[in-house]
């Protein structure tokens, strides 16, 4: 019989018979191991432990304790799911259930649309099932019986979904029971290493994304490896909701929508201070680091839009407006061509490099209704913007320079910060050299830099590889935030050129960058990142004063007017209402400092100063409090 020789992840090498399964392998390393296995990763490809070897290769087992053991376990918690809705539903047809961050969902065709409470039915029949300890079995078919089979099934659904398939490959299925699955996999052996799950909410879905097509219904729900994580997701899922965005903004007074302009925010005076607190950190950030800040109009030719690329590309996020005669507006989704513009209207030299430009003007993209969610996803916003034109020597410095920037800005938010390079996408312009010559000189800048980062493939933008920074908040969610972009099509397409040394023109390159990305989706991670309790540099109201009789607001008076002297925005709350009662308001309004004055401050000149947690400095004199202050009043600073 032939023999295969399989790497083992501590790179021994062990000889077994051809057609081995993986359960076999983990089997012969131990009885443990096999009863731990949820699948196996053969160089790299992650399979189910019954598939049979046939070839030399690495192989590793996966554990519950593996980084590839959730997406297997939310995978076969999909099925299991529509197992459980077959049995209930058996009119309903399942569609499509692929796993999503932290879970899965499944779009299905219900006769009568699902109420919420059903859910728990749901979840109930899924625990019954997964009990049973059913066998979880591959199978491959010919693409004829694979449409035969789920129309015996009254699986239409399936039978599109395997009619769009490459007629020449064979199409997999999975079965449990009587319940079979149209699925590559790969799933888990059986339903008992299942169990740690829950179904969190419906939601509709048109079939495949498409809006002409029939509505669905999509069932959410997350799995885990074990009922901690359960329980700590759920915990923390929990916190998101209440510190949602949307909720808090509502309740803090910074921002509303109108009907008059849907999904484009308005900032009330709250939500304006920390908007511009925001913008006007970065100004004094960019002024520092060379930018020059220039305003481009919003309004400009589709005669822009088509040399930039954006009409061929982007078209759909756009808004266009029709002038009286052939000309065509487009109201901005980015600055980028406006400032190339720029860069083009005025000779440079080798000298001038680099420019660096920064700008904050409103920028305005045609999102769907259905992926707009309050300031996180808008149609019209700023971008904390900016783009360096630079000789092609310079590009590692400038990269380099923007890299560490990014990281000091995010470190003063309390961020953890992930790193991608996001590579060429199938839809692309400019050429496949340029494109690798791109993504080279952003790995070297990034490798110089020591950043550790991981490769996103095909997801750079349509004109450039892209260095992406997703930021982790105070709930370990991830957050996209910072760009850097690197682009050699733009300066092409609009024929941009400095003079070199030798007297020649030469073409620069053109590097994109933003640290906070989009102002407004920033302030909401950040909203939610505090839970609403925003650093004191960014608080619209940073010190409230409390009195408790009215004996005391001479007093009271006087310091509100010291401590706005100081620039602190500070206010006085001197109505006539128990103490207790004004401290639970200012709780609720997320005031960073309160300050308690009674007649023993009163005739000690001193103040009480309480902080939302509830913990009290006494006896301060007012320097005393300026000073506790004045580390907090720096971006960044940290509370003593």
Not at 379 to 384: E, G, L, M
Not at 389 to 411: G, L
Not at 440 to 469: D, H, M, S
Request: hydrophobic share 40%; with cysteine; charged share 25%.
């Amino acid at each position: 019989m032939k023999q295969i020789q399989l790497t083992l992840p501590d790179g021994s090498v062990r000889q077994y018979p051809s057609g081995t399964t993986a359960l076999d392998v983990a089997a012969s390393i131990g009885k443990r191991l096999a009863n731990d296995a949820l699948a196996a990763q053969l160089d790299g490809q992650v399979i189910d432990l019954s598939r049979a070897i046939t070839q030399d290769a690495a192989i590793k087992m996966i554990t519950p304790t593996s980084a590839e053991a959730l997406e297997v376990i939310r995978h076969s918690t999909a099925h299991l799911l529509a197992q459980a809705i077959k049995d209930l539903y058996p009119d309903a047809q399942i569609t499509i259930g692929p796993v999503i961050e932290d879970g899965f969902y499944y779009d299905v065709d219900f006769p009568k649309p699902l109420q919420p409470e059903a859910l728990e039915t749901i979840e109930k029949r899924m625990h019954e099932i997964a009990k049973q300890g059913l066998k979880i079995e591959r199978k491959e078919l010919q693409p004829k019986a694979a449409i035969e089979l789920f129309r015996s099934m009254k699986e239409l659904y399936k039978i599109e979904l395997i009619e769009s398939f490459d007629p020449k490959e064979t199409v997999s299925a999975y079965q449990q029971g009587d319940f079979i699955d149209l699925c590559r996999g790969p799933h888990v052996p059986n339903t008992a290493r299942l169990g740690h799950f829950k179904l969190l909410s419906l939601a509709g879905a048109y079939w495949r994304g498409d809006e002409k097509n029939k509505m669905l219904q999509r069932i959410y729900g997350t799995a885990w490896a074990n009922e901690k994580q359960l329980n700590d997701y759920l915990f923390r899922l929990d916190e998101a909701r209440k510190r949602d965005h949307r909720k808090l903004g509502a309740e803090l007074e910074l921002f509303t929508f109108l009907p008059i302009a849907p999904a484009m925010p308005f900032f009330l005076p709250n939500g304006a201070m920390v908007y511009n607190l925001l913008t006007g950190f970065m100004r004094k950030e960019l002024l520092e680091k060379g930018y020059q800040e220039v305003i481009c109009p919003q309004l400009m030719s589709t005669e822009l839009w088509k040399t930039s690329g954006h009409m061929d590309h982007y078209s759909e996020n756009m808004f266009f407006v029709k002038e009286d005669g052939p000309n065509e507006m487009a109201l901005k989704p980015m600055n980028c061509p406006g400032h190339v513009m720029l860069f083009r209207s005025t000779k440079h030299s080798y000298r001038d490099l680099p420019i660096r430009f920064a700008e904050f003007s409103k920028l305005h993209r045609n999102e769907r209704a259905g992926v707009t969610h309050g300031i996180l996803r808008v149609r019209n916003f700023s971008q904390d913007d900016g783009h360096i034109f630079c000789a092609p020597e310079q590009i590692k410095d400038e990269v380099k320079s923007v890299v560490e920037h990014t990281f000091q800005t995010y470190k003063r938010f309390d961020f953890e910060v992930d790193v991608k390079l996001a590579t060429r996408p199938d839809e692309f312009m400019g050429t496949v050299e340029s494109w690798d010559h791109s993504i080279k000189a952003l790995e070297g800048a990034l490798t110089e830099a020591n950043i550790p980062f991981t490769i996103a493939p095909k997801e750079g933008a349509f004109y450039g590889p892209k260095v992406e920074f997703h930021v982790r908040d105070s709930l370990g969610r991830s957050w996209q935030c910072g760009t850097i972009q690197l682009d050699s099509n733009l300066p092409e397409r609009f024929d941009i050129n400095y003079v070199d040394s030798d007297g020649k023109n030469k073409r620069p390159i053109m590097i994109h960058r933003a640290i906070l990305g989009s102002v407004e989706r920033f302030m909401g991670i950040l909203i939610e990142h505090y839970a609403g309790h925003l650093p004191l540099w960014l608080s619209p109201t940073q010190v409230t004063i409390l009195n408790v009789t009215q004996d005391q607001v001479p007093y009271c008076e006087a310091m509100l007017e010291t401590m706005q002297s100081w620039g602190l925005r500070a206010v006085f709350d001197s109505r006539n209402e128990k103490l207790s009662y004004k401290i639970r308001e200012a709780q609720v309004k997320r005031i960073p400092w309160m300050i308690v004055i009674g007649q023993k401050e009163v005739e000690g000149n001193t103040l009480t100063a309480r902080k939302t947690s509830g913990e009290n400095l006494s006896d301060l004199t007012l320097d005393g409090f300026r000073k506790v202050l004045e580390p907090q009043l720096i971006p960044g600073g940290k509370a003593h």
